[in-house]
C-alpha cells in the first residue's frame, strides 16, 4: 500500500546519520532538491517495499503501461485514492525509486521548464 508515512519514514532511514562514512553513498537524482545520498545497506533492506510502493502508482506511469506521466499526478494511486497532498512525499518515493534504478526521467533537467507546471516526467520500470 502507498502511504505517505511510510514513503517518508524509509526516506528517513535510508539517509546518512551523522558520523557515518558516506564515501560509499548511493545517488537519488531528485526533482525539488537536486540529489540525495543513501546508505547502501538500509535503501537495500527497504528495495521490495520500496518497489511494491511504485507498483501502487497509476500504469500511466509505468514502463509497460502509458510510458510516463508528470510529476504533479504522482498524488494519486492506481485506485484514483490520493496517498499525499504534499510534492515532498512523491519526490520522496521517486528518489527511492531512482535510487534502486526504477525510476527515470524522460527529459534532462534543462527541459523541464518547458513542461507543465516546469516539472519531469517520471518514468518507473516494474
Not at 64 to 83: I, R, V, Y
Not at 85 to 108: R, T
Not at 112 to 118: K, R, Y
Request: charged share 25%; proline share 4%; hydrophobic share 40%.
Amino acid at each position: 500500500m502507498l502511504d505517505a508515512d511510510r514513503v517518508k519514514e524509509i526516506f528517513g532511514d535510508c539517509l546518512f546519520r551523522e558520523g557515518e562514512d558516506t564515501s560509499a553513498h548511493v545517488p537519488g537524482e531528485g526533482i525539488i532538491t537536486l540529489s540525495f545520498g543513501f546508505h547502501l545497506d538500509r535503501l537495500e533492506k527497504h528495495r521490495n517495499e520500496i518497489h511494491d510502493m511504485l507498483n501502487e502508482l497509476p500504469d500511466s506511469f509505468k514502463a509497460t503501461g502509458g510510458g510516463g506521466m508528470s510529476f504533479l499526478n504522482a498524488c494519486e494511486d492506481k485506485h484514483g485514492n490520493q496517498w499525499t497532498g504534499f510534492h515532498q512525499h512523491m519526490e520522496q518515493l521517486f528518489v527511492l525509486g531512482n535510487a534502486i534504478g526504477k525510476v527515470s526521467y524522460l527529459m534532462p533537467r534543462e527541459f523541464w521548464s518547458m513542461l507543465p507546471g516546469a516539472m519531469p516526467y517520471v518514468i518507473v520500470d516494474i
